[in-house]
């Protein structure tokens, strides 16, 4: 993994996302949800500093963003887009609309298209199983997608979308 | 007492509330097999993640089988540890642990010492009925550990041991699903991480997923080079468990038989580590009673408590953690570094060997002991003053494939002059043993008085933080031990804060001291071993004729011919040393 050093805008907001929950081991999950929701992506320098801030070790923290799939190490697109595995969804397609996925953006799974503009990640259920197969654009569910309908969803970002607010680390 | 009734394989059972299914039944002899499951008595030492379904037994009522190490008793409870339906599912999760395991046992590090292999053969196992995909996980290998993770079964004993016992946090369990496994953070190599190789991961692992680097190969090529002088040291904990190697008892102690093995498996000196303990005590009590009449002198700066310098990972462990205390301990090297300092000048002087023709072999309880003589600042020019550091357990495959028979063997003595050591260099090998060895020698230099008692039973124990006020002729001295760094930890933590109020603190890396190090014989979670190691020291401490290293001729000698006083220049050049601030890195 590429080191990176975090700036000093960047360290702040860490540090006070942490102090915002007392520094409190017992709050690391919320603490990386809300680094992850400012800066986009949890890399390996933002782990470092979160575990010094709440005393704990760093392999601790780096086990915690590997066993939940909603963290990411790794940059996201502008827009994060989430393919539900979940069963329901699996058994309604959802490996089709993955495989469009990855076709139309010629990119893998975890990957980003080159402008920045995409990610792909799966994801396990988002509570939404009379929906399957579900798709996650950013926020946004997209429900009973068929494979032929991807094109349109990803055309709605291509211009013109309101920017979702990031910090740039 | 609060006392519960149950029934267990048609036995009226009646234990305390609170008590595991599987510990009520070992109290009346049933002994459900259990593989994740560990526990050290008397140490605070328990790993119950419930993870590997091993020890599930059936219970009366209900419809799951219930894992016994984590389910506690409950009045009335009807349990059937060796029901049809246990033992299938017993043999189920076992066969699917083997599944995902390399099947190459015939060549692994740990054969025969394997708890999962013990448990495929328990249970019968002739066949694996499952087929599926196979973990691929990197080799990792350090100075001193190997990883090879393929061989984990995630029963997380080495992440309990790591986290819980050491405070180290080195290890932590990643990834999810198939995918998980014991590793350091951002799955980097244990070298790059704060690792301190105290080795107790590899103490507990039940496979060969953690194992010390094998440096055999190595010694037996020097021991085969005639260009080589070769020769050994042995540390004090080595003699009080080698035996178990060969089938002693626990506690045998077989300082005479290694000294033979030795010598027939070819080295040229066979010298003792013991000595090196009574240098070590020489050099690190007076830097004590230096900074002590420094103190009671009114001088400000000094440095007190002064800690012990002789365990490689404690060290490797404030230079990673408490960086800030770095002036604290003893600048004192360890024994082991002593004595491949003082054999690579001093002996080989004496013998005419150039340093670089003359290699220097220790025997070690320790893992870490590999990554210290590994340290840059133990060689002059690239030339190491320790080669190798073989643990115990590689010391036993020595001598086993030289096909000495070692229970035959006659006991011999070690050679002159590095292997003649007092009874307070033995004791190194345990908790308290350091400083009170300290205390035996440090009392008759500060005092002019003759000690009337030697055994300070006041500092022995298997307590993880214990604490003594020594009374030094109406000064009285406070002593601080700790064995295990999450126990020194709490004491570094009150020095930081200002509270510590002792002069002197000892501290060990491993539960009991070096008798529980990374390289002896695997306990397997039989706490009583450990203690009989530590009384088997004590029993060696007292049968010996000199027993304070001050008394050592040969140190005396030592001094007389090449070193002049405790810490002289020579002295300071040669036995002491400097740590690093490893925090950054």
């Known amino acids: 993994m590429p080191k990176i050093k975090l700036s000093q805008r960047t360290i702040e907001i860490v540090k006070e996302i942490c102090l915002s929950f007392e520094n409190n081991e017992g709050e690391l999950i919320n603490v990386l949800h809300e680094a992850q929701h400012k800066l986009g992506y949890l890399p390996a320098e933002v782990q470092e500093l979160i575990a010094h801030e709440l005393n704990m070790s760093i392999a601790k923290v780096y086990g915690v963003v590997t066993f939940y799939s909603f963290f990411n190490m790794l940059p996201q697109g502008e827009f994060p887009i989430s393919v539900c595995m979940g069963t329901a969804c699996y058994v309604r397609g959802a490996e089709q609309i993955l495989h469009e996925i990855k076709r139309q953006l010629n990119i893998e799974v975890g990957q980003s298209t080159p402008d920045g503009k995409f990610s792909l990640n799966c994801l396990r259920c988002v509570g939404a199983c009379g929906l399957a197969p579900v798709v996650m654009v950013g926020e946004k569910v997209y429900g009973r997608v068929a494979p032929q309908q991807i094109r349109k969803i990803i055309a709605e970002y291509q211009e013109g979308c309101v920017r979702p607010e990031k910090h740039e680390m | 007492?609060?006392?519960i009734n149950l029934t267990i394989d048609n036995r009226p059972v009646s234990v305390k509330r609170g008590t595991s299914v599987l510990h009520a039944a070992a109290q009346v002899g049933i002994k459900i097999p259990s593989l994740c499951y560990?526990?050290?008595?008397?140490?605070?030492?328990?790993?119950?993640?419930?993870?590997?379904?091993?020890?599930?037994?059936?219970?009366?009522g209900r419809r799951?089988?219930?894992?016994?190490?984590?389910?506690?008793?409950?009045?009335?409870?009807?349990?059937?540890?060796?029901?049809?339906?246990?033992?299938?599912?017993r043999r189920t999760v076992v066969e699917l642990i083997l599944s995902d395991h390399p099947t190459d046992c015939l060549k692994c590090a740990k054969a025969g010492n394997c708890d999962l292999q013990s448990m495929a053969q328990h249970l019968g196992i002739r066949e694996i009925h499952y087929e599926g995909e196979q973990s691929t996980f990197r080799e990792d290998t350090s100075p001193a550990i190997i990883r090879e993770l393929d061989k984990c079964i995630r029963c997380r004993r080495c992440e309990m041991m790591c986290n819980e016992i050491q405070s180290v946090g080195a290890l932590s369990a990643i990834n999810r699903g198939f995918n998980a496994v014991i590793s350091p953070a951002f799955e980097m190599n244990l070298d790059h991480s704060v690792c301190t190789y105290c080795g107790q991961c590899v103490a507990v692992c039940p496979t060969g997923a953690l194992t010390e680097v094998?440096?055999?190969?190595?010694?037996?090529?020097?021991?085969?080079?005639?260009?080589k002088t070769v020769i050994v040291q042995t540390a004090p904990a080595v003699r009080a468990a080698l035996g178990e190697e060969f089938g002693d008892e626990p506690g045998t102690l077989v300082t005479g038989k290694m000294a033979a093995a030795l010598r027939r498996l070819g080295f040229n000196y066979v010298f003792d580590t013991d000595f090196a303990a009574d240098l070590t005590i020489l050099e690190e009590g007076t830097e004590l009673l230096n900074r002590l009449t420094a103190f009671l002198g009114g001088d400000k700066n000094v440095k007190l408590p002064m800690l012990t310098s002789c365990c490689p990972a404690w060290v490797k462990f404030f230079e990673h953690q408490f960086p800030d205390l770095k002036d604290i301990p003893s600048s004192a090297r360890s024994p082991q570094q002593m004595f491949g300092s003082i054999a690579k000048t001093y002996f080989a002087d004496k013998i005419g060997v150039n340093r670089k023709d003359l290699v220097v072999v220790s025997i070690m309880p320790c893992v870490a002991k590999k990554y210290e003589c590994s340290r840059e600042e133990f060689s002059v020019n690239g030339n190491p003053d320790v080669d190798f550091a073989l643990t115990t357990r590689e010391l036993a495959q020595l001598i086993n494939l030289a096909n000495i028979d070692f229970k035959s063997l006659p006991d011999e003595d070690f050679d002159h002059p590095m292997g003649e050591s007092t009874g307070a260099g033995v004791i190194f090998g345990t908790t308290g043993g350091v400083i009170e060895a300290a205390v035996r020698t440090a009392y008759e230099v500060f005092t002019g008085k003759k000690l009337d008692r030697l055994d300070y039973t006041e500092l022995r124990g298997m307590e993880g933080l214990r604490h003594a006020t020594i009374d030094f002729n109406g000064l009285p001295i406070h002593i601080g031990i700790a064995h295990g760094l999450g126990n020194a930890r709490k004491l570094l933590e009150d020095?930081?804060?200002?509270?510590?109020?002792?002069?002197?603190?000892?501290?060990?890396?491993?539960?009991?001291?070096?008798i529980g190090g990374g390289g002896q014989p695997y306990h397997h979670g039989d706490a009583e071993i450990l203690k009989k190691r530590q009384m088997a020291l004590y029993r060696e401490d007292s049968g010996k004729p000199i027993r304070k290293s001050h008394e050592n001729p040969y140190i005396t000698k030592l001094y007389e011919e090449f070193l002049g006083a405790p810490m002289s220049e020579k002295a300071h050049h040669l036995l002491h040393t400097e740590y690093f601030d490893r925090s950054k890195s």
């Open chain 2, 64 to 89: 799951n089988l219930a894992p016994a190490c984590c389910t506690d008793v409950a009045e009335g409870m009807v349990i059937q540890t060796h029901s049809m339906r246990a033992i299938h599912a």
């Open chain 2, 214 to 227: 094998d440096h055999t190969g190595a010694v037996i090529r020097a021991l085969s080079d005639p260009s």
């Open chain 2, 1 to 3: 007492m609060d006392m």
């Open chain 2, 38 to 60: 560990m526990k050290l008595e008397d140490l605070n030492i328990e790993n119950k993640p419930g993870g590997c379904r091993v020890c599930v037994v059936e219970v009366e």
């Open chain 2, 495 to 514: 020095i930081q804060q200002g509270k510590s109020h002792f002069h002197a603190i000892e501290i060990m890396s491993c539960p009991g001291g070096c």
